[in-house]
């Protein structure tokens, strides 16, 4: 049985604190308790909220689904703990974490809300761990949430959270653009709902490189000059830049 | 009966003439012919293949699927036509086809290929007509292909055009960059499907204003200035402008 506390109950924490005790009954892990500072209590958690640091129930694993900078103090305030320590962050490296013997870090690389349940099965769960020990005992969590795991360092995990930063928040930023100019022009946003899925499927399918398309690539001028005067002075900059770096990365030069 | 005519057979040209075969048995609509200059047939339609502009046989529309600084000179060529002369061009306008007496656009916001099967009915095809008789025209072969139809003006189009660049050409890059860098970093590209998938499906759920997360939104220089430092020169002019613009979006300053 292994024995998990989550301190922090933000996004991710709260997930992850819901996650546990669904699967508890059938796996061999439990969720014994969980801290945040409010002192909130998760609803239809059953687990003990745990009223200071210095004061935990007996555990194996600590998990921190803390902000990125707080993982180092909230680390600190741990010392003396036997738990295997575990932060969730896709930044921080693990070593962060070395005041401690056992370690890692269990990074799941997803856009968490409080409004929507995970897809778990999906999500690739990303493990590091300071020895084969730890590592154990971490592929025994995630194994219970999802299919899907993979070793990844902490270099590889920096890269990775930049690249989530242009899977997710750019992408995201792009569809609220799009939204914007159709508002501004009196069309309904959803006019182009088949459109974003279709982007999304063409690309899963033959890659996004093979389903570029657009004045951009095709280095039609006369349309990209349209564009711009279409747009607020404040927004040419960002559709020049992405143009750009299509056209560059395509040996297309504007 | 309405007798169509595709001139064209490019991407959107040759899904047309598939879709028009398909529906055509159970529908009012009657492909009678299509015409592409290197006279290539289309597997599987069983239409004539036109052999010249001035000699297509009767029709009640004749639709263009030219690229869009055709479309004046095809459209020109087709003069003495008594069909409906339709395009089907995001960014040309429609008195483009002024010279003739019924005229019309028939737009299809969505990113097509040879090798995939368009979902037909979640597209929303705007129309926009010269008369009533024209609309109804382009209704009645709409309603058969799409439960989805709208009335949308030359100036409208240009704007929509213009999203669809965001939806579909932006955000298919930052898949790219995405996984571009997945890859420099030794890791598989697919580690991030699951949070491409919860991207466009969060933004339909909560609207990607609600949606946004990450350095930029948060205001994370720390991060930001990272990020920055893992990139390529090249690539930091279009990580800073979205970056920016996020930030403005959400007033907030760098």
Chains 1, 2 share one sequence.
Not at 16 to 35: D, H, I, N, Q, R
């Amino acid at each position: 049985m292994i024995k998990i506390i989550v301190i922090g109950t933000g996004n991710v924490g709260m997930h992850l604190c819901k996650a546990f005790e669904k699967v508890g009954p059938t796996s061999s892990l439990k969720l014994v308790a969980y801290y945040n500072r409010a002192q909130k209590k998760l609803p239809n958690i059953n687990a003990t909220l745990a009223q200071n640091l210095n004061n935990l129930p007996n555990a194996d694993l600590i998990l921190l689904a803390v902000p990125d900078d707080a993982v180092l103090s909230v680390a600190q305030e741990l010392v003396g703990q036997e738990a295997i320590i575990a932060h969730t962050s896709g930044s921080v490296g693990m070593q962060t974490l070395s005041m401690h013997k056992k370690y890692g870090v269990f990074y799941l690389p997803q856009s968490f809300s409080i409004s929507r349940i995970p897809n778990w099965s999906d999500i690739t769960i990303c493990l590091e761990s300071s020895d084969m020990f730890v590592n154990k005992v971490l592929e025994n969590v995630a194994v219970t949430l999802s299919r899907k795991r993979e070793q990844i360092n902490s270099q590889q995990r920096k890269r990775l959270h930049l690249a989530a930063v242009y899977m997710n928040n750019f992408v995201n930023h792009c569809y609220f653009k799009a939204g914007k100019i159709m508002e501004d022009a009196s069309m309904d946003r959803s006019l182009l709902d088949a459109l974003m899925q279709e982007t999304l499927e063409k690309a899963l399918d033959i890659t996004p490189e093979n389903a570029q398309t657009g004045p951009a690539v095709r280095n039609d001028r006369k349309t990209i000059d349209k564009h711009l005067k279409m747009l607020h002075k404040e927004d040419q900059e960002m559709y020049r830049s992405i143009t750009k770096s299509i056209q560059k990365t395509h040996g297309k030069k504007l």
